[in-house]
């Protein structure tokens, strides 16, 4: 019977707290995806014109360094591409990371974008 109170509880945890993260290799691999594709919406021209940002999403050791990089790519491809196709980029980008961030960090809806 004590295994039973043990399982019950086990899976109301598991219910109600932490999901189960993505595997070391698909968190890798996510990453590297994400690193590349931020690296060719700076295009060929990027590591000139933005050699700072350029070295930070190459040299950015997890998949949080590049989520917090996402404001300094916006802020490049601004200058590139005008805000409102830098804007369209970035929440493609964002979308790359689905699954692979804690709860916390999770993109929430802005008031801004109606």
């Known amino acids: 019977m004590r295994w039973f109170k043990g399982s019950i509880r086990t899976s109301i945890y598991g219910l109600l707290g932490n999901p189960v993260g993505p595997s070391d290799s698909a968190l890798e691999s996510g990453t590297e995806d994400i690193r590349e594709a931020m690296l060719a919406l ?54 790359m990371f689905h699954g692979l961030l804690p709860g916390s960090l999770s993109s929430r809806p802005s008031p801004l974008m109606g």
């Open 42 to 95: 700076l295009g060929e021209g990027g590591p000139k014109k933005f050699p700072n940002v350029t070295r930070r999403i190459r040299y950015a050791n997890d998949v949080q360094a590049l989520w917090y990089l996402r404001g300094d790519l916006m802020a490049a491809l601004a200058s590139i591409h005008g805000e409102a196709a830098a804007r369209e980029q970035v929440r493609e980008i964002t979308e």
